[in-house]
């Protein structure tokens, strides 16, 4: 959670951080501030509320160093004090962090007893006191910043200025932090969007690193990595993503953005290199025992994809939530497979998950979007999503990506790649035309009428039991009804004593195995007063509002969930929700 930022440059560093921060809001957007050194001091500005809303530069002055940060709150509230920058007691030293100091009460009260005084109740204070009590000792900022760093526990990403010097001290350990390098000038931040509009050659930091950035007039210019106090090289890498992947054009939202790019993303997912796919598809085979985690709705993708090798390649594969994983630590060891599926390749549970996997010697394959991010890292093989960047807070066009790469690995271990991949291109087309013509307008129709609801039941089986799961998640999310999704045939287990004349229910009914059945679940909630809402290639009586599918055989989930992304979105427009960034939530969840 949370975004920062770092610049070092000729240019105005309060603009291209504050711009920096607009594109980094999706992380978090309880409050942001900004610090900027010039004429040797230290300016700083905090506001609650969102980035996006400020633009009057006026209060910062010119600078050729500026970080910043905008926030979700986990240690104190959404308050002015609360928000990042931290500084020190005489307010020369100025630190942003993403992550956790798990250890900084312990910090905090030996800091307090030395004299500091405390402006905030976050966990990141301690760093800006720490520096400010090395440097009291003796040391200089630079050995001051990375015994600080040292002495922390947990994960983090940390930006740090001082006033008497031309630098930018970074470190970073479990939370993503990128340079970017410039042209004589240097950005940092959470993520590649922040500073893409002046470059796109990056360096990911890895574990444990500790990165100096120096102007031409600072005591070390240009950039020193070191990693454990010996000097490393990082390699530059050229990302493929462009500014307008990045930027909204002619949508008014995000979300609508990337729901519409999947016309494109899922055909991009499945151009996987072969000898990937063939590889990854045998360590699955060969394995005793396959896990597919996530969270969120990267954890119903996992749960769609142990369905879809089931279904497809015949094979056993256990899906477990990413938060829940470590309870399996006793059924891992050296023939073990972890399949992460992640957009961000950043949350928090998912890697941990990784690293107990990884302690008992499992192998771990990652499918993620962002590339360079921590679990793409940590995994012996990775398979990239390839579908720009995702920046409405829920899941859209990475999900369907997920799920078409999924289905590919899952003919492939069935040995009928090219059948699947034709079957996968196929699908794709079948999306594209959807969202060309007009599903919108009947969707919009539909979210007018459930503006007004404040509950509704979702049913899937089979491939579509974890569609119902994510479908509920998407109308929580986005315009707040409290949704549930079920199996077809548990509502009537409990559940269907909630139903009353007029309640929603959606009922996902492909051409499957499970039609008739789910057929019959929607009858039963039918007669105690449901209004049904099918999302199917075929009509059925049974309905009494029907959303017209392609018909997709078991890939269906792909197309099922995309007419439930466009409710949830126009059910959120109705409901003057902010679809892009809504309460409480962030994207990309570095917290356990
Ligand atoms: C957050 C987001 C969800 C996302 C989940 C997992 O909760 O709001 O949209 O599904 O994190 O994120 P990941 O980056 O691992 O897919």
Request: net charge negative; aromatic share 8%; proline share 4%.
């Amino acid at each position: 959670m949370c975004g920062i930022i770092g610049y070092l440059g000729d240019r105005n560093g309060a603009e291209v951080v504050v711009e920096g921060l607009k594109a980094l809001e999706y992380r978090g957007y309880d409050s942001w501030g900004v610090a900027v050194r010039s004429n040797a001091s230290v300016s700083i500005k905090k506001q609650v509320g969102r980035i996006s809303d400020f633009d009057d530069l006026s209060s910062l002055p010119f600078a050729n160093i500026a970080i910043g940060h905008t926030r979700w709150a986990t240690h104190g509230s959404a308050t002015a004090a609360n928000a990042h920058p931290h500084t020190c007691c005489k307010g020369r030293i100025a630190v942003v962090h993403n992550g956790i100091i798990e250890n900084y009460q312990e910090l905090k009260s030996s800091l307090v007893a030395k004299g500091h005084i405390f402006k905030s109740q976050t966990d990141t204070e301690v760093i800006a006191h720490l520096i400010e009590e090395n440097v009291a000792f003796g040391y200089d900022f630079n050995t001051a910043f990375e015994k600080a760093i040292s002495d922390l526990k947990g994960r983090f990403a940390v930006v740090a200025i001082v006033d008497s010097d031309d630098q930018l001290l970074i470190a970073r350990k479990g939370s993503p932090l990128v340079l970017g390098m410039g042209d004589k000038e240097f950005f940092v931040a959470s993520d590649v969007p922040a500073f893409l509009k002046y470059t796109n050659n990056v360096v990911f930091l890895e574990d444990g690193d500790v990165a100096s950035v120096g102007s031409a007039r600072s005591l070390r210019p240009g950039v020193t990595i070191t990693n454990r106090g010996k000097v490393v090289t990082r390699s530059p890498k050229r990302v493929s993503w462009d500014v307008e992947g990045a930027e909204l054009g002619e949508y008014d939202h995000f979300m609508i953005k990337e729901i519409m790019e999947q016309k494109d993303t899922i055909l991009r997912a499945i151009n996987q290199p072969k000898e990937d796919i063939k590889r990854i598809s045998d360590m699955i085979n060969l394995s005793d025992n396959v896990f597919f985690i996530g969270c969120g709705t990267a954890g119903k993708v996992a749960q769609v994809g142990s369905y879809l090798f089931s279904k497809i390649a015949g094979k056993r594969v256990d899906f477990v939530v990413g938060s829940e994983f470590p309870n399996y630590h006793d059924f891992l060891g050296s023939n073990t497979l972890l399949v992460s599926i992640s957009q961000s390749g950043e949350t928090a549970d998912t890697l941990e998950a990784m690293e107990v996997a990884q302690k008992a010697g499992a192998k771990l394959v990652s499918i993620v979007n962002v590339v360079g991010s921590s679990m793409m890292r940590m995994s012996d093989y990775s398979l990239l999503c390839n579908s720009g960047p995702e920046k409405a807070v829920c899941s859209t066009k990475a999900t369907t990506a997920q799920i078409a790469i999924l289905a590919e690995l899952a003919f492939a271990c069935a040995g009928r790649l090219d059948q699947g991949l034709n079957l996968l291109e196929s699908v794709a087309s079948q999306v594209s035309s959807m969202l060309d013509d007009g599903i919108s307008d009947k969707v919009r129709s539909l979210a007018k009428k459930l503006a007004g609801h404040e509950s509704m039941y979702i049913i899937g089986r089979s491939v579509n039991f974890p569609i119902a799961l994510e479908a509920s998640i998407k109308m929580q999310e986005v315009p707040y009804i409290h949704a549930e999704g079920f199996a077809g045939g548990e509502l009537k287990h409990g559940p269907i004593a909630l139903i009353e004349p007029g309640t929603p229910c959606v009922a996902f009914v492909a051409n499957d195995d499970v039609k008739s059945d789910m057929i019959s679940n929607a009858m039963e909630i039918r007669s105690r007063g449901a209004f049904i809402i099918g999302i199917a290639p075929e009509n059925d009586a049974v309905f009494d509002f029907w959303i017209q599918v392609p018909d997709a055989g078991v890939l269906s989930p792909i197309p099922n969930i995309i007419p439930i992304q466009l409710l949830s979105y126009y059910t959120a427009l109705e409901k003057s929700c902010d679809p892009d960034k809504p309460r409480n939530l962030a994207k990309s969840v570095t917290v356990k």
